[in-house]
């Protein structure tokens, strides 16, 4: 991942933005919204070894794999709500951007369920 490149993207991205809002109010909002899709894809990619590092590491400790996979999960949905709340605060709809912020928080505590649910079970099987 070549970070120059995107922060270049993202300062292009945004004077664009700005000088065609002057001219194009509706033009002025895709450009960063496709500027913001095209960074998250090119950090998804250049995440891969990472993730696979991971994976690797937790199939090496006998983990359940579980909890990788929430936390990528969560990460994710945190990614995406974030993308989308800035989309919604650029066209002016904070109101929902707000909703939607609430929306991500919930769907991460729905996705841990499953982890507080071994942890309990965990706990009282310690305390048996």
């Known amino acids: 991942m070549n970070i120059t490149a995107l922060v270049g993207l993202g300062l292009v991205a945004a004077v664009l933005s700005i ?9 002025g909002l895709y450009i960063p919204l496709l500027a913001g899709i095209i960074i998250l894809i090119t950090v998804i990619v250049a995440m891969r070894p990472a993730l696979d590092t991971v994976n690797n590491l937790m199939t090496a400790a006998n983990m359940n794999n579980i909890y990788g996979q929430t936390l990528l999960k969560g990460l994710a949905v945190c990614y995406l709500t974030q993308l989308a709340t800035d989309a919604c605060k650029d066209a002016g709809e904070t109101a929902i951007a707000g909703k939607l912020e609430l929306a991500g928080k919930i ?21 048996t």
């Open 107 to 127: 769907a991460v505590v729905i996705l841990s369920l499953p982890l507080f649910n071994s942890l309990v079970e965990l706990i009282t099987g310690l305390i």
């Open 19 to 27: 000088i065609l809002r002057q001219y194009n109010r509706e033009f």
